[in-house]
């Protein structure tokens, strides 16, 4: 049996390859990026007003000068002008272009004009102050947004600041998320005593969906036949199928043997962890398959902790970065196992994060779902962790 870094990293040496696709710069919000953007001029371009006020030539401050008539206004939008005249200024705007032959500005707050006069009220002037020079954000040729990029509200200003229309990112794999088993019954139905409404590929669903991948929905009895010809199908409309239930040691638990009958190639099958322990993970011809426990905790925390990252590093993203959190009491656990803890994390004044230990009864625990906005990482070689020591989180909130 694997340990969870074993799995873990065989998971993310399979990810999937995906190719590129062009997209509006309205459609690109949440895609990721695979062509950098650069800087097509400086940032900012030119000399730029940061405050509303006037401008002046700061030799004219340091000879005295403290009156200025004003002769024009620079607007932002408008072309450059140009101060010529000693002891006169002109009135600019937040964002203007800086006029050629001054060099400072003033807040209008620190000036009083009367009848064309501006007169400077303040005493502790700076040269090229309220200034925001040119190129001193990015240069010309700049990466701007690297390969890799989340694009969100900021990444989609920046490449429509350098004339960015359209822009290449991954294309969306296909997938099918797929509940087994004749005890799971339509949301809309009302279950038998021994029947459960089915839940797991809705909470699957929604997790995808903050990576902006629309997943499709199916359901599949205790048939081996049937489910061999549904998997088959679904395997070859899709890129990743993400099975809930069906992969434990029951006697109506096919899918590893249907699996395996359709020329998926195992790369796993269980963990030494708990919850999740029965995961299965395979790949065909740049298809993957996860196959997760049905217990729903069981199948969230393996969807935050493998199939999420796997899906991350697929679309080209980013880690996630490690995120710790400290025990708020103390924890016992006995199985020599990677237990994942259900917590619920507060952050304290003093800037440390509290992981909560919930008591639950099992994985098919609702409450500890409902109560739960983390899984707790408690290493294999002890049983015992104590207040205050901190261990790795995994959030199922974001």
Known sequence: MLSVFEAFALTQQHRLTLPTEIVSLADADGRVLRNAVYADRDFPPFDRVAMDGIAIRFADYQAGQREFRIVGTQFAGQPQQTLSEANTCLEVMTGAMLPVGVDTV??????NISAGQATITIGDIEKGQHLHPRATDRRAGDELLPVGTRLGPSE???????????????????????????ELVDVGD?????????????????????????ATLHHIVDNEAILKDRLATLLSENDVLILSGGVSAGKADFVPDVLAQLGVQKHFHKIEQRPGKPLWFGTATNKTVFGLPGNPV????????????????????????????????????????????PVRLTSEPDGRILAHPLPGSG??????????????????????????EAFQVWETVR
Request: glycine fraction near 4%; hydrophobic fraction near 45%; charged fraction near 15%.
């Open 106 to 111: 003033i807040r209008y707050e620190d000036v």
């Open 156 to 182: 989609l200003a920046v490449a429509a600041s350098v004339g960015q229309t359209q822009l290449t990112v991954t294309t969306l794999p296909h997938v099918a998320l797929i509940s087994t088993g004749d």
């Open 363 to 388: 994985s098919a625990d609702f409450a500890n779902l409902l109560a739960a906005d983390a899984f707790m990482e408690l290493p294999v070689e002890r049983s015992k962790f104590g207040a205050g």
């Open 190 to 214: 009302a279950p038998l005593p021994y029947q459960i409404r089915r839940s797991n590929t809705y909470m699957l669903r929604a997790a995808l969906k903050s990576l902006g991948i629309q």
């Open 298 to 341: 069981s199948t969230v925390l393996c969807a935050y902790r493998y199939v999420l990252p796997y899906l991350r590093a697929s679309l080209g993203l980013t880690s996630l970065p490690t995120r710790y959190a400290q025990l708020a009491e103390d924890a016992t656990f006995k199985p020599t196992v990677t237990y994942f803890l």
